[in-house]
């Protein structure tokens, strides 16, 4: 039997990490989730300001939750760039899911905050300027939130 070369053995580990970040660079969600997700939050806030029955509002605003949550788990818990790809929970880290979950539900917090002002202030569609102003923070904030993960996906890939 023979073995590789040192050589060798450091050009094959080479390729292991070489293709260890290309796996991690797939790690995100596609442009089209972060603005479906701006889109709903302004929907939602259009219903509000609209006056629509409460449980209009509470239907949507299910249905927008039931949605983000398949959605989302099916492109985070694996975002498949092409059919042979998917990228495993511990390749992304185990906070993944977390550190997102926690970026929308402080975004929730953001929205009912500006809103409140909005409305002290006496602005006449407070819902609607209040999603607005969340649905940039989304796009402007949810990739960013990507790369960290990103980010601290490779950072552990080296430590390994």
Known sequence: MTYPTQAEARLALHGVEEARQRVINQIGMPWWYWWGLAGCWIALGVLTDLKAPWWVVTAATLAVGAGHSAVFQRLLGGRRRSSDVKVRADIAGRYAQVLVIGFLLGLVAVTAAVALTLDA?????????????????????????MAWIRADATRRAAVQ
């Open 121 to 145: 202030d006496g602005a006449g569609h407070r819902s609607i300027e209040a999603s607005v102003f969340v649905a940039v923070l989304v796009l402007l904030g949810g990739p960013r939130v």
